[in-house]
């Protein structure tokens, strides 16, 4: 009886899994495991709301492939020691996983085929988190894109398969194999439980996903172009964890997008496409999570603002679109796109606290944390990054509200403290008189902040600090 093992990582589905599907095509008995590796260094173990997410997907998960016969094998420790004992366990031929993008878990990958290796056991990493493999997309002299426009042109170039894997509907199990309780892992949050309002916007697991995408492709793919800018709105898909932790594939998603009707399709490919180059720069730049791409960036005087990181972290920054973002982080586990860019430029620019302690802090919350586009977007919006916003180009958090959420819907939602002032007001409490901050039932300093820091300070302040690292004039 021929066994091959599917090592689950970040691929938490059934539909289009192409690990899954090669492991079908040559075994008459299936084990599928998932490992929680506790030795992947801090950058690569799952933060608090990931663990949340990680809980509820793999119970999913393990429903799923019960219905179709199969038992999902739960094992905490090493991945590099586990997965070559239940090959030998199971006397397995072969051990088919998803490519890791990571570079610990690349590291571990490369353990775990070595080992094998010894017992003749044979070891497939498929392409499953992204569209395409890094070293597919080149430039025309076989160089690396470092600018995300072209990198998308050639992606649109060299296309998405139309050709998606089915859900099987049988896998022969292997019987009497060992495996943890999932509440014996402890991943979800005890007291106090700060995701008790997580199941309000989430279903993680694969038909959760599922439901989102065809949610998003009724109703909002049409004015996406321009609704995904406003937080106020539900305008964008929300696959982001779905898309993480793989219980749907990119490749789904984007086919069902662009047989979708809608002015939008086109702009959300792009979005897509933004999430592929975050994987490749991760793969061609290792380090992404922790060293700025561009290197002048390391002499950056940065300030240890251990109060304003605090603030920052509760929404208490007196910038009513900052707090209320950071807010909506904590209580939902996510963020807009577009508040995400102006806290992140906020507590960089502002408030001079470095970009990966900002990129900590969403690792922990978020309930898509993910390597590449968290550690890409970061350095993206500190100005360090590949094809980064400029760092002299510095978001000014009044305007941007005033744009986005006009009618501070999404402010008022987040933060209502403020919920009673006049729209004209809502950005920008302290500019108010204080017979409508009395009518409004806001004293600045007790019922909200003050600002920690004035805007125009705080941006001078940032331009002279750019000032030092730019002395050579290179970057302006
Ligand atoms: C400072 C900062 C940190 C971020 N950290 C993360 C993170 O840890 N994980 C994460 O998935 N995204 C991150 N993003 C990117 C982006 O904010 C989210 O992907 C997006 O808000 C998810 O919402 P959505 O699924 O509704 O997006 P949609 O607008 O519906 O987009 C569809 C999908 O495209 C991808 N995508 C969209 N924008 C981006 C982008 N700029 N970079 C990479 N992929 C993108 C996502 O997978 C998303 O689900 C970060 C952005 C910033 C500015």
Excluded at 146 to 175: H, K, M, Q, W
Excluded at 222 to 245: C, E, I, V
Excluded at 359 to 373: P, R
Aim: net charge neutral; with cysteine.
């Amino acid at each position: 009886m021929n066994v091959n093992i599917v090592w689950f990582k970040n691929d938490l589905r059934l539909a289009d899994n192409p690990a899954l599907h090669a492991a079908l095509q040559s075994a008459e008995r299936i084990l599928p495991v998932f490992v929680l590796d506790d030795h992947m260094p801090a950058i690569e173990t799952p933060g608090g709301a990931s663990r949340w997410w990680l809980h509820h997907s793999l119970s999913a998960l393990a429903a799923d492939l019960r219905v179709i016969g199969a038992e999902l094998v739960l094992r905490r420790g090493e991945a590099s020691h586990i997965i070559p004992a239940l090959a030998l366990e199971t006397g397995a031929s072969a051990v088919h996983t998803a490519r890791a993008h990571e570079p610990a878990m690349r590291a571990v990958d490369k353990q775990v085929a070595t080992a094998l290796q010894v017992h003749k056991i044979e070891f497939h990493r498929h392409l499953s988190a992204a569209l395409f493999a890094p070293e597919r997309i080149t430039t025309k002299t076989g160089g690396v894109y470092g600018v995300y426009t072209p990198f998308s042109r050639a992606c649109f170039d060299a296309g998405v398969s139309e050709d998606e894997l089915p859900v099987p509907t049988n896998i022969p199990g292997v019987r009497n194999i060992a495996s943890d309780d999932l509440s014996s892992w402890a991943l979800l949050p005890t007291q106090p439980d700060w995701a008790q309002a997580f199941p309000a916007s989430w279903q993680p697991g694969e038909a959760g996903a599922h439901q989102k995408l065809a949610a998003f492709l009724q109703t909002a793919v049409g004015p996406y172009a321009d609704a995904r800018n406003l937080p106020g709105q539900p305008g964008t898909s929300r696959l982001s964890p779905h898309l993480h932790f793989g219980e749907i594939s990119p490749r789904t998603v984007w086919n069902r997008a662009v047989h979708a009707k809608g002015q939008g399709v086109q702009t959300y490919l792009k979005e897509l496409l933004w999430r592929e180059f975050s994987m490749y720069l991760l793969w061609h730049h290792p380090n992404l999570a922790s060293v700025p791409i561009r290197s002048e960036f390391a002499n950056f005087p940065w300030a240890d603002d251990r109060a304003g990181l605090r603030a920052w972290q509760r929404g208490q920054t007196g910038i009513p679109i900052v707090d209320a973002g950071m807010r909506e982080l904590w209580q939902t586990g996510w963020m807009h796109n577009r508040v995400r860019m102006i806290v992140a430029s906020f507590l960089v620019k502002h408030l001079l606290i470095p970009w990966q302690v900002g990129e900590a802090w969403f690792w922990d919350t978020l309930v898509d944390a993910d390597l590449a586009a968290n550690a890409a977007s970061w350095q993206w919006v500190a100005g360090c990054g590949a094809d980064a916003a400029p760092y002299f180009r510095i978001f000014n958090p009044v305007l941007q509200g005033q744009k986005f959420d006009a009618d501070g819907t999404y402010v008022r939602r987040y933060i209502p403290e403020l919920a009673a002032l006049p729209n004209q007001y809502i950005h920008a409490p302290w500019d108010a008189p204080e017979i409508i901050l009395t009518s409004a039932r806001v004293t600045l300093g007790r019922t909200y902040p003050k600002p920690l820091i004035t805007l125009t300070q705080g941006r001078e302040r940032a331009l002279a600090a750019y000032r030092q690292i730019s002395k050579s004039g290179q970057h302006d």
